[in-house]
């Protein structure tokens, strides 16, 4: 599973501004957002609406790091918006002046988008995403269906390790890309056996369409959901651990029906061939076989039908 807005409501907020020189944290923000105002990450809107603007500075050179963060030119200052990695990368100095704040954002289980203006540190962003008041009973009714639940995001470690530890999850994959994502699925495939993934972003795509099944939540992208072979409409965990008991109770009931048509096969086309004529001198008469076959075919209709209470 993703996890935020899978895991999470997916409607996150900016819940403290850090900045790294005093009375400049409106302009931290500002900045911010003027770059993700043309993002589609969940985050960027977050970073967007806590701006309270409606118009932003002209962007220039806009580039955007699929699970890394964005950077551009603003009032013809480079800035950069999104993980310390891509930070590092651009040769932002000086970092470590942040890092104990981030650190403690962190293990209070906020979300962390560092913001650099030119080559230094401008100030941190806490983001804050409430998880779903549906997803501990989800993952609770998935363990006990036999499941092991993976978390994969590109949150950082320790944010990712107190939602984990929260909803009780079993291993934690954080601090990776889409791309990375997809071959972690492919790894689980090798490893584990047969893997079903569940996301919402355009970042989950690639491993939505790795996985044996692909699980988009309504609530989500366009791109995830045609990457995904299931919806879920209402974007709730819970039917996940629905479409499972509908399609264990399916498949019973495939065997249930091959049994009911073997049986009737079994007897009725021997009977009806005279393999008891020469014993006892019955055959079967054309009136009751044909009323064997509706009876056969209301038997395997009337099993069918009892899977509209199945999973509710």
């Given at each position: 599973?993703?996890?935020?807005?899978?895991?999470?409501?997916?409607?996150?907020?900016?819940?403290?501004?850090?900045?790294?020189?005093?009375?400049?944290?409106?302009?931290?923000?500002?900045?911010?957002?003027?770059?993700?105002?043309?993002?589609?990450?969940?985050?960027?809107?977050?970073?967007?609406?806590?701006?309270?603007?409606?118009?932003?500075?002209?962007?220039?050179?806009?580039?955007?790091?699929?699970?890394?963060?964005?950077?551009?030119?603003?009032?013809?200052?480079?800035?950069?918006?999104?993980?310390?990695?891509?930070?590092?990368?651009?040769?932002?100095?000086?970092?470590?002046?942040?890092?104990?704040?981030?650190?403690?954002?962190?293990?209070?289980?906020?979300?962390?988008?560092?913001?650099?203006?030119?080559?230094?540190?401008?100030?941190?962003?806490?983001?804050?995403?409430?998880?779903?008041?549906?997803?501990?009973?989800?993952?609770?009714?998935?363990h006990r269906a036999g499941?092991?639940?993976?978390?994969?995001?590109?949150?950082?470690?320790?944010?990712?390790?107190?939602?984990?530890?929260?909803?009780?999850?079993?291993?934690?994959?954080?601090?990776?890309?889409?791309?990375?994502?997809?071959?972690?699925?492919?790894?689980?495939?090798?490893?584990?056996?047969?893997?079903?993934?569940?996301?919402?972003?355009?970042?989950?795509?690639?491993?939505?369409?790795a996985a044996d099944v692909?699980?988009?939540?309504?609530?989500?992208?366009?791109?995830?959901?045609?990457?995904?072979?299931?919806?879920?409409?209402?974007?709730?965990?819970?039917?996940?651990?629905?479409?499972?008991?509908?399609?264990?109770?399916?498949?019973?009931?495939?065997?249930?029906?091959?049994?009911?048509?073997?049986?009737?096969?079994?007897?009725?086309?021997?009977?009806?061939?005279?393999?008891?004529?020469?014993?006892?001198?019955?055959?079967?008469?054309?009136?009751f076989a044909s009323a064997?076959?509706?009876?056969?075919?209301?038997?395997?209709?009337?099993?069918?039908?009892?899977?509209?209470?199945?999973?509710?």
């Amino acid at each position: 599973v993703d996890k935020t807005g899978t895991l999470t409501e997916g409607k996150p907020s900016v819940v403290k501004v850090v900045a790294l020189a005093p009375g400049q944290e409106k302009e931290v923000v500002s900045l911010a957002a003027a770059l993700e105002q043309r993002s589609e990450h969940p985050l960027a809107s977050a970073v967007v609406r806590a701006a309270g603007q409606t118009t932003f500075p002209n962007v220039e050179h806009f580039e955007s790091s699929p699970g890394g963060g964005v950077q551009g030119s603003v009032t013809g200052k480079r800035v950069m918006v999104g993980k310390r990695a891509l930070l590092e990368r651009s040769d932002v100095r000086n970092l470590q002046q942040l890092d104990t704040v981030a650190n403690e954002l962190q293990h209070e289980g906020h979300t962390v988008i560092w913001v650099a203006v030119e080559e230094d540190p401008a100030g941190l962003l806490a983001v804050s995403d409430p998880i779903k008041s549906s997803t501990p009973e989800a993952i609770e009714n998935l363990h006990r269906a036999g499941l092991k639940i993976i978390m994969l995001t590109g949150d950082n470690k320790e944010t990712a390790r107190q939602v984990a530890t929260r909803l009780r999850i079993d291993e934690v994959v954080a601090e990776i890309t889409p791309a990375e994502k997809q071959a972690k699925v492919l790894e689980f495939k090798t490893r584990e056996g047969v893997v079903a993934m569940a996301g919402d972003g355009v970042n989950d795509a690639p491993a939505l369409a790795a996985a044996d099944v692909g699980i988009a939540m309504g609530t989500g992208t366009d791109v995830a959901m045609h990457s995904a072979g299931v919806t879920l409409v209402k974007g709730d965990l819970r039917g996940i651990v629905q479409a499972i008991a509908l399609s264990r109770a399916t498949m019973r009931n495939i065997r249930q029906n091959l049994w009911f048509a073997f049986l009737y096969n079994g007897l009725g086309v021997p009977i009806a061939a005279g393999v008891l004529y020469p014993f006892f001198g019955l055959l079967l008469s054309p009136i009751f076989a044909s009323a064997a076959m509706a009876l056969s075919s209301v038997s395997v209709i009337g099993n069918a039908l009892r899977l509209k209470r199945a999973a509710l």
